[in-house]
Nanobody, 121 residues
Framework: QVQLVESGGGLVQAGGSLRLSCTAS????????MAWFRQAPGKEREFVGC????????YYGDSVKGRFTISRDNGKNTVHLQMNTLNPEDTAVYYC??????????????WGQGTQVTVSD
């Protein structure tokens, strides 16, 4: 079992930045692909991005490409999502997820509880 806990969410003005973190406990996550999804009210859960187990490859959704960056520290079982140039459309609950393979759909095996990000204009 893997437990994931997100942190770092909050309220930010448009154009600002936030850094989310996801810390894993239980089994080590160094062999897992780690992903970020987000879900706004009334919308489906959207793929934000993911990072390979080694950290050597990253994949991003079109809406965040060039603005968001995913990194991981396997020694600390932590994954980060650096979000820059935020806009109100980025407002959502952000979820961390883990699985053995890269998936662009929300079918990951393990999920965190989510952290709210609100961007004001």
């Amino acid at each position: 079992q893997v437990q994931l806990v997100e942190s770092g969410g909050g309220l930010v003005q448009a154009g600002g930045s936030l850094r989310l973190s996801c810390t894993a406990s239980g089994r080590t996550t160094r062999q897992y692909v780690m992903a970020w999804f987000r879900q706004a009210p009334g919308k489906e859960r959207e793929f934000v991005g993911c990072i390979s187990s080694s950290g050597g490859s990253t994949y991003y959704g079109d809406s965040v490409k060039g603005r968001f960056t995913i990194s991981r520290d396997n020694g600390k079982n932590t994954v980060h999502l650096q979000m820059n140039t935020l806009n109100p459309e980025d407002t959502a609950v952000y979820y961390c997820a883990a699985d053995a393979v890269v998936r662009y759909s929300p079918n990951y095996e393990y999920w965190g509880q989510g952290t709210q990000v609100t961007v004001s204009d």
